[in-house]
Structure formats: structure tokens, C-alpha cells
């Protein structure tokens, strides 16, 4: 009989060290190579164990021998509302009270993408026009002379031609299939994480099956004619982002899925500050406008967050999710901040940081500069009211540096 492998599931919180912790060697190079923000360093005085540190990438890794789970620092349910605000679709959470529920992050987006999908093609797919060559017997759209000429030269039909089909196998849809397929392949513990996502695939019958690498994920232009679409799209670009699937050291079959918590902090404080200023996405971009440091223009500058007016930067901002020694910031983060107003020719800025025992609200006038460079944070850990009151007081403060 074929010897049954057991798996080991392994608990992880981001930025905490858990020490001595089993590993064989295959085990150790899988662990690398699918999440390398873990790191990994042999135990003092102990053969084979290892002391393992993840970093700001919440995820699940999964092995033939064991599965890795590396939680947040806050409660599931702060994160899942971070998630939702960055996918906008905060009210929508709302409405899913059993998402306070402990479930594994990757089970809860799971079942969140499949309902979220539901409600976008609730009353059917999206169509849309696709452009698509074909070699067929009579015409049909344009001729295409030049490869008439050359497949068929004295040979008719077939001929070829250029035509647009009005299908439902269009980007949005391939999105969101390729989506949940890739999110379908993490082993879940659930039974209504997998029946959430047959269901909702069930939903894609003429849909082509795509695989989209995390560096290849298309940006959808949203219209009013997809707009219902935007944030199940927004949910699934994120999760294929995040997403991975490869072979692991000694040709053991390994995945891992992970979210970058610095990734979705921004996006949230972007969209939340937006919200609460009660401006439109063109004040408030999702990309900053280019900026130098230099005269040459040879030193570019990526502010995470700015408030601008008739294509001018009022206000700026960066937003910092990290682990942090206790009692003291980075300079690094300061120094960047104090770039952007230079840059700009502001008279300062503000660092956003999620909360942490290394952060303490305060403002620092520049010597000789005399800019302001503000620090605040965020309590994730707070309830959402207390949540939404810091990103208003945040808002109220912004709209005083940019009068």
C-alpha cells in the first residue's frame, strides 16, 4: 500500500520570530524559494530546526508536507476591511457578517470573490466587443488582403478576415475566471470555500480559461457600462498579483499566495482619504504625478498619496505599513518625505504608518528648510467607527495644509 504523507500545518503572525521550528531540507528551500520575505536561520544548538521570521506578506504556503500560514498582526476582519476598501467594496462587506469569523485569510477572500462575482453577474455576463481574425469560406468584416496573398495565393476560399464578435469572453470575465481558478487551487479546510467557487466558475461557461502571471495582470479601463464589474475586478487583479504556483527545491510541487499588507495599506488610506476629502479619483490619483528631485530630471520621486488642484500637488503624503524598532521611526521614511516637499516646493508632508509599539504621532520642523513633516497613525486593531474617525481627523488635516 502507498505510504499516506502527513501534512503539518505551521502558524506564523507577520514580523514575529517562531523559534525552532522542524524543517527538512527540501522543506527549508521550498519555504525560500515560494515566500522569501520568511527568514529563515538556524536554531543555536539545535540540528535541522530553524527560526523562522515572516515580513509585512501575509500568506499561505503550501507543501506536500506542510502548509504555512502566515497570519496579520491585527484581527482577520481589520484586514478583510482593508482588503474590501481597496477593492471598493466596504459597503458590500458590511452586509457579510460572518466574515468576523477566524477562517484562514485565503479561505475568507475565496468565498469573497465568489460572492462578489455573483453580484456583478447577477444579471448575467458582461459582453462586449473582441476583435478576431478567422479563415472562413465567404466574407465577413474586412479582408485581410495581405495574408489572403500570402496563405492563399490562386486558392479562394477560404479567406481570411478581421471581424468583432459580440461575446462575453472579454477581459473582465477572464479576470475574474482566472481568478478564481488560481485562488480554487489552494487546498481549503472548508466545505463552502469550495462550493463558493464552483459555483461562481459555473457562472464562466464560454469564458476562456487564461493563466495571467502576477506581473502580467491587465488594467481594465471602467465605463458605466462595467462599472457594477469594478470591484470584483479590483478583488481579482489583487489576488492574481498575489498569487503564484511553481516547484519548489528537489522538484517537490509547492504554491503560495500572498498579500502584501504594505500594498494594501496604501490603497486604503488612498481610497479612505479620498472618501472622507470628498473628492474625485483625478484629485486624488491612484498614481502620483511625475516628479524629479533633480534639475536633470534623473531622479524620480513616487509619492504614495497626493491632493491635487488643476494638475498642482497641494498636499502629500506616504504610507508606511512595517515593523518599526520600538519607540523610534526610520529616518529613511522621513528623509523621503522631506524629498517629496522639497520637490514639490510644499511646506510639508505627512507619513501615514499603521500602528505599531515603534510609532508616535508627531511633527518635526526641518532645520533650515523649515518644512513640517508630520507622523501619524493608524490603529488597524480599532474598531471600524474608531477606524473611520482617524482617517476623517487625518482628512480634516489635509484639507488645512491644502487651503
Known amino acids: 500500500m502507498r505510504k499516506m504523507t502527513t501534512i ?22 521550498a519555504v525560500r524559494h515560494l515566500h522569501s520575505g520568511i527568514r529563515i536561520e538556524p536554531t543555536l544548538g539545535s540540528e535541522g530546526r530553524y527560526d523562522l521570521t515572516p515580513d509585512q506578506r501575509i500568506a499561505l504556503v503550501c507543501l506536500p508536507s506542510l502548509v504555512i500560514e502566515v497570519r496579520p498582526k491585527v484581527p482577520m476582519s481589520s484586514v478583510l476591511f482593508l482588503v474590501s476598501y481597496a477593492c471598493d467594496a466596504a459597503s458590500w462587506l458590511e452586509q457579510q457578517p460572518e466574515f468576523a469569523r477566524e477562517l484562514d485569510l485565503v479561505e475568507m477572500l475565496a468565498i469573497m470573490l465568489a460572492r462578489m462575482v455573483g453580484q456583478a453577474t447577477r444579471r448575467g455576463l458582461l459582453n462586449g466587443y473582441q476583435c478576431e481574425d478567422e479563415s472562413l469560406p465567404a466574407p465577413r468584416g474586412r479582408i485581410l488582403f495581405d495574408e489572403q496573398i500570402r496563405r492563399w495565393l490562386a486558392i479562394s476560399p477560404p479567406i481570411e478576415v478581421r471581424h468583432d464578435v459580440f461575446t462575453s469572453d472579454i477581459i473582465e470575465n ?44 491587465p488594467e481594465v479601463l471602467f465605463t458605466r457600462l462595467n ?14 498579483r498575489s498569487a503564484s504556483l511553481e516547484l519548489g527545491a528537489g522538484g517537490s510541487r509547492g504554491s503560495a499566495f500572498l498579500i502584501d499588507m504594505n500594498s494594501v495599506f496604501e490603497r486604503f488610506v488612498r481610497r479612505a ?108 486593531s480599532a474598531p471600524r467607527t474608531k477606524l473611520r474617525e482617524q482617517i476623517a481627523a487625518i482628512a480634516r488635516r489635509v484639507a488645512l495644509s491644502a487651503a
Open 273 to 380: 482619504l479620498r472618501f472622507a476629502l470628498g473628492v474625485e479619483d483625478a484629485r486624488f490619483p491612484e498614481r502620483s504625478p511625475r516628479v524629479r528631485l533633480d534639475e536633470a530630471g534623473v531622479v524620480p520621486l513616487k509619492p504614495d498619496l497626493c491632493l491635487l488642484k488643476n494638475g498642482r500637488v497641494l498636499w502629500v503624503g506616504d504610507a508606511k505599513y512595517k515593523r518599526l524598532p520600538a519607540g523610534a521611526y526610520r529616518n529613511a521614511d522621513l528623509y523621503q518625505l522631506l524629498a517629496y516637499a522639497v520637490a514639490l516646493d510644499l511646506p510639508g508632508g505627512t507619513l501615514i504608518y499603521a500602528a505599531d509599539e515603534g510609532v508616535r504621532a508627531a511633527e518635526h520642523v526641518v532645520v533650515q528648510a523649515g518644512k513640517r513633516l508630520r507622523v501619524v497613525a493608524l490603529d488597524l
Open 227 to 240: 462599472r457594477h464589474y469594478q470591484s470584483a475586478v479590483s478583488l481579482a487583479t489583487l489576488l492574481l
Open 8 to 29: 503539518r500545518r505551521l502558524t506564523l503572525t507577520e514580523f514575529r520570530t517562531q523559534p525552532g521550528v522542524a524543517l527538512s531540507i527540501n522543506e527549508r528551500d
Open 174 to 217: 477572464r479576470l475574474l475566471l482566472a481568478a478564481l481558478a488560481t485562488i480554487g487551487r489552494i487546498p481549503y479546510r472548508s466545505n463552502i470555500s469550495k462550493r463558493e467557487l464552483f459555483r461562481a466558475q459555473r457562472l464562466f461557461g464560454a469564458v476562456r480559461r487564461l493563466h495571467f502571471g502576477p506581473a502580467a495582470v
